[in-house]
Nanobody, 117 residues
Framework: QVQLVESGGGLVQPGGSLRLSCAAS????????MNWYRQAPGKERELVAT?????????YADSVKGRFTVSRDNTKNTTVYLQMNSLKPEDTAVYYC?????????WGQGTQVTVSS
């Protein structure tokens, strides 16, 4: 079965960096676009970054362009990453890894990112 397991969240000061990881299993990883979403308290879940199956195409929300970088490892590790630099308090949220396979959406459990001094 499809499994997505995020890690790497934590507490960081404004201007700091974090790298999130999402370990994927149960499907042919390199065939599917992978997505990072986030959800802040009281707000709707929003798409942050997305990367094509080959890794050759990426897209970002305007709010994170130039600060976040999505990448993936299609070899043995089958992992997608989100490098987050120059973090701001408004980046505080639970970050989720997502893959859509056919009509089905699969989600990880989420990892909390808190940006605060």
């Amino acid at each position: 079965q499809v499994q997505l397991v995020e890690s790497g969240g934590g507490l960081v000061q404004p201007g700091g960096s974090l790298r999130l990881s999402c370990a994927a299993s149960g499907f042919t990883f390199s065939r599917y676009r992978m997505n990072w979403y986030r959800q802040a308290p009281g707000k709707e879940r929003e798409l942050v970054a997305t990367i094509s199956g080959t890794g050759g195409s990426t897209n970002y929300a305007d709010s994170v362009k130039g600060r976040f970088t999505v990448s993936r490892d299609n070899t043995k590790n089958t992992t997608v990453y989100l490098q987050m630099n120059s973090l701001k308090p408004e980046d505080t949220a639970v970050y989720y890894c997502n893959v859509r396979i056919g009509w089905d959406d699969y989600w990880g459990q989420g990892t909390q990112v808190t940006v605060s001094s």
